[in-house]
């Protein structure tokens, strides 16, 4: 199993009040497989996925990822593990706006240790012409698929993808699920991805739905649509 996670709890305190936001999580992916987390909002999609990327911390419960208990490991080691296994893309795309599409992805570290490079992952999103642009001179979609090569660059064991559709209009939406789809395909990455759209849930292997902090619902799909497929 390439994600184990039992039983994960997390609160957050504010002044005097106690908000526990993840109640007993249980879920597993294997290896190579696309999951995907639905839930309305505030049900804690976000927090669980920052907490298997390495950016929060769990307060009790097991988090394993590739045979490593992230909960346990100390603050400097849980960096290393951000920057090395973990890809994330975001919904508004996180770019750095003063450097072009080609630096936004050198600037990533451990890139050198990396099978894969620049080009190749700009290649692979369809975006080789536009390494010396900057950000702000792509469209929406553009600027998602730069997001995903600077994501892919290092060759992540686990790409982690926080509502990827949820600026973009339909068309654009269908060619990053489809991209994200083929990047799972193509490099073996293993995708977990956070959405509220149900009827994406049929681009993935494993749904987990999520309400008010607790999986009510996990669902193996025994057929993987592909995403152009997909209509909502
Ligand atoms: P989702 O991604 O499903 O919309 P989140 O995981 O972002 O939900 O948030 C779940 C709940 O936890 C919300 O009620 C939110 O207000 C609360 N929360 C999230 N992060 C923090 C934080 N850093 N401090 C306090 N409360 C937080
Ligand atoms: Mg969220």
Redesign the pocket.
């Given at each position: 199993m390439f994600i184990d996670i039992a039983n994960l709890k997390k609160s957050?305190r504010?002044g005097e009040v106690v908000?526990e936001?993840l109640k007993g999580i249980g879920m597993k992916l294997d290896k190579g497989e696309i999951g995907v987390i639905l839930?309305?909002?505030?049900?804690?999609?976000?927090?669980?996925m920052n907490i298997l990327g390495g950016i929060d911390r769990g307060d009790s419960g097991q988090v394993l990822v590739d045979g490593i208990e992230i909960n346990q490991l100390n603050d400097g080691k849980l960096t290393d593990y951000r920057r090395g296994d973990i890809g994330f893309v975001f919904q508004f795309y996180n770019l750095v706006p003063n450097l072009t599409v080609g630096e936004n992805i050198e600037v990533v570290s451990n890139i050198s240790k990396s099978p894969l490079n620049t080009d190749e992952v700009l290649a692979a999103v369809g975006m080789q012409d536009k390494k010396h642009r900057f950000p702000r001179e792509l469209s929406g979609g553009e600027q998602q698929r730069v997001s995903i090569a600077r994501a892919i660059v290092k060759n992540p064991k686990l790409l982690l993808c926080?509502e990827p559709t949820g600026a973009l209009d339909y068309d654009t939406s269908r060619s990053i699920l489809q991209l994200l789809q083929q990047v799972n395909k193509k490099y073996g990455t293993t995708i977990l991805m956070?959405t509220h759209n149900a009827a994406i849930a049929a681009m993935a292997n494993r749904v987990f739905r999520?309400r008010s902090g607790e999986i009510v619902e996990e669902t193996v799909n025994q057929t993987v649509v592909p995403a152009e497929r997909i209509e909502w």
């Open positions: 957050y504010t908000t936001v839930g309305p909002s505030g049900s804690g999609k976000s927090t669980l926080d956070i999520l």
